[in-house]
């Protein structure tokens, strides 16, 4: 259950381009807003931020999940 919700976490937060195509750009998702603030506004310096930003709540859900997976995989041994 935990490498499905990794699964499904990651690519749904670093997608950019399918949801534009998809939902012909009604909705704005983290992808969308930092490719604007980089091409349409070219404010690189905010831009830069958010993806830092996203990359470490990616990093720490990733460890996150691989604490509860290490958890789990003792428990079932024991």
Do not use: H
């Amino acid at each position: 259950m935990v490498s499905g919700i990794t699964l499904v976490f990651l690519p749904a937060v670093s997608s950019f381009f399918i949801p534009k195509l998809l939902g012909g750009g009604q909705y704005v998702l983290i992808g969308n807003l930092i490719e604007d603030y980089f091409i349409s506004t070219g404010d690189w310096n905010f831009g830069s931020a958010i993806s830092l930003i996203m990359a470490l709540i990616i990093l720490v859900s990733m460890y996150v999940t691989r604490k509860i997976d290490r958890y789990t995989a003792q428990e079932d041994n024991d």
